[in-house]
């Protein structure tokens, strides 16, 4: 620890942080990031893990038709308190793996900002302008909080759980007008439940929507009760018993307060387009390259060996036989095998193929190997290489150096609203009348005065 | 990992439970801990934090005189679901520092196991034996959860905060009757939602009631939605991924199935007879000894050193100018100036005295010292050896092998029943008949067919 108190800055800064201090552009880049996460939660809808978390959430408030809560649980059309709501909309945005994802530190944003920063502010009567503020404060810490955390971190924890409590606390606490010393106590109540782990891969069992319900109703929670007067911990990130203290061995603190207020980690954030781990994605664009470029069929290959980073392989590596349409979409082999027969690996592609005796022929040959020149690159770039062995004895080389999505490759409005309209169709979550309005709402958000419900109640 | 399905094991132990395996001696003290435990969270009622965090449950639910939820809140005299009322609860209980501690594990069972049992028996209308049977189940595996996860992990992770949500699950889950596949599933949900660090001790902040209120309430939630076909990781504890492996660097499998069915664990759970951290009992019994048996005044005394275990220079050594009531119960100097004073350090002297000049000035004159004895003893065995130094020159030597309130040296009914009388009479929680009429209904407790509410509603 150094005399410069790292929390307190950040926290500072997320406190302070004011709609003329952020650049025009991400601010744009915000809005489209809420439409973004706003369809993935429609997509949501139906999901087992959601329903059953969204069910616990509507059991344990006592709001019902009579009773009604200030905040909007999406899937259900009902309404509870902001803790709750938060928790079941949280479930609800990860579960497609369609929500975005910042390449540096790993994080998934959206699916523990959006929530709580939403359920406060439709329960406070927020304008448009001041969520999003609270989003990017919440990108802002969120984003630092990972890459503070390290590669260490991630090998064991999914950092969306661990830092996305902070993340939520930034936003939440921003909405509630917390001052730098409460936005630094509701930091230390959210990095004390801190949690999530990996394990649940290997067993394709449902944690995932739970990390994400943890991590926003827990953030959410500690920024009320900072808000309230509860006191935390002055060093949970970077203290001697703290945050990467118990989870991390190669923790890095001048992370967390790399460029406050001119970098803009928001903006470094990448949309996902296949339906699947992100880790899958470079190697995924880089195949299909190859089979365009070569105008290949997947019979014509008879192996496909990609070059990752070592992160893949701790997070793909024991999927090997996937069971679910969930854990097909950690599984490089199917992704690639969808990708080679489809040319894209949607929400379509893995619920209807995934388990096809062709795509699971095509899984078996797909290889991932340690690639030092895509690992040193990691985090921050996600380089895409794959080496092609045709059974005509010929290998050919694919890479792609940003993945669709990426910074430098990313989508427009119209990719944007297209993907929303798409995952909504799938879950049956809303109808396209009322994604049409919703959609059109949140791309006006900065001249709403109060932010009210997007969908319909029930 | 072995071969062995560990996890499995001990869910299995906790899912087919049944008051016959459960020996008498066993049911008796699971009855004397929550006598003892109730004084403990009645003991919270006025507590800043703890009224911080009953507020936010309360404001979290949508109920009120008309809405009632089917569980109580102690403090408050409102009720809620049994998720935010097992929030509140263990918030309360935790607070005083006397509630129960197991030695072995350096856990504390009562403020995670009875919140959320009591919660889920009076919404489900369980009987008094079901609420006995959850109550082992949930102490047998917390403990062994604790004893699991080692030495290395409470030197950064308060284990009663990360354990704890295991203890609660199991409790919870075998009130809801899961099977052992379902605890299983609960297992991994609480295990993966484990969180609690001690860098807030440093700040004497308030986070020590939000981690019991934390594993309270998500262990509470894993159960249930097992019980609605929530899946979880089948290894969290001992997996690759698992909590051991992001948490501790010395964990024991062994430890978790240690003499199942015959060894009861929650037998060798000590009772709190000092309001004050644990680590600090020893030493005080100690000193009392070699002061009563020399007939000494405080002012003959020109230091004492304590001769302590390494886990007691972890917790306390970092609380050197106690600023708070609370943070004055983690400090060494404290609790052994009031003893020297007042033969005691309830929750009146520290209330009253914790900053008294003398009392401070005593504080200075206490040590810690590393004892390769008691530190090999430890957890199993919680030695108290001081070296008082007269002003006279001489050195006189304190030794005690089992403090008050452990197993060899426990409390009896009676003790327990004045105990959490003085600590209504402290608190204001209840008055002595709402007392009385309480604490007869928990000596009674097998033979209540349905578990109501302990005190009177607001």
């Not at 006191?231 to 460029?259: C, F, N, W, Y």
């Not at 036989?321 to 969930?326: E, M, N, Y």
């Not at 995934?354 to 699971?360: K, N, V």
Request: glycine content about 8%; overall charge negative; charged content about 20%.
């Amino acid at each position: 620890m150094t005399t410069q108190h790292l929390s307190r800055e950040l926290a500072s800064f997320a406190a302070n942080l004011k709609a003329a201090d952020i650049p025009d552009d991400v601010m744009n880049r915000a809005e489209d990031l809420l439409v973004d996460w706003f369809g993935s939660t429609i997509a949501g809808k139906g999901s087992r893990p959601v329903e059953l978390i969204t069910q616990f959430a509507q059991n344990m408030g006592g709001f019902d038709a009579a009773h009604a809560g200030p905040s909007e649980i999406l899937v259900s059309r009902k309404t509870s308190s902001p803790f709750l709501a938060a928790m079941a909309n949280a479930a609800a945005s990860h579960v497609a793996e369609q929500d975005d994802v910042h390449n540096g530190s790993v994080f998934h944003p959206a699916t523990v900002v959006f929530p709580p920063a939403l359920a406060c502010a439709q329960a406070l009567g927020s304008s448009g302008e001041e969520l999003l503020v609270a989003t990017v404060a919440g990108y802002e810490v969120g984003i630092r909080v990972g890459e503070f955390l390290g590669r260490s971190h991630y090998k064991v924890f999914h950092t969306t759980g661990t830092a996305g409590t902070l993340a939520a606390a930034a936003a939440v606490g921003r909405l509630l007008k917390l001052s730098p010393e409460q936005m630094l106590n509701a930091f230390g109540s959210a990095g004390t439940q801190s949690a999530g782990l990996w394990e649940f891969l290997r067993d394709a069992a449902d944690s995932k929507q739970l990390h994400t319900a943890h991590a926003a109703s827990t953030g959410l929670m500690s920024a009320y009760i900072a808000q309230a007067g509860f006191t935390g911990a002055q060093h949970i990130l970077e203290g001697k018993q703290g945050l990467a203290a118990g989870m991390s061995s190669d923790s890095d603190p001048s992370k967390l307060v790399d460029r406050l207020g001119s970098r803009w980690a928001l903006e470094e954030t990448s949309f996902k387009y296949y339906a699947s781990c992100r880790h899958t994605h470079p190697a995924a664009d880089a195949l299909l390259q190859v089979m365009l470029a070569s105008k290949l069929a997947p019979s014509d290959i008879a192996k496909v060996e990609t070059l990752v980073h070592q992160g893949a392989i701790d997070v793909l590596g024991p999927v090997t036989d996937p069971a679910t349409v969930h854990q097909s979409k950690f599984s490089m082999g199917t992704v690639l095998a969808l990708v080679a027969h489809y040319q894209f690996a949607g929400l379509q592609e893995f619920d209807k193929h995934f388990h096809d005796d062709e795509i699971c022929a095509f899984r078996e040959r797909v290889t991932m190997t340690l690639d030092p020149e895509v690992d040193g690159a990691y985090p921050q770039r996600w380089i895409g290489k794959v080496k092609v062995h045709l059974k005509s004895g010929q290998v050919l080389d694919g890479r792609v150096d940003e993945p669709k999505g990426d910074p430098g490759n990313t989508l427009s409005r119209a990719e944007i609203t297209d993907k929303a309209m798409r995952l909504a169709a799938f879950s049956g979550g809303a109808n396209p009348a009322e994604m049409n309005k919703a959609i059109d709402l949140l791309w006006n958000i900065r001249k709403q005065a109060k932010i009210g419900f997007l969908l319909p109640s029930n």
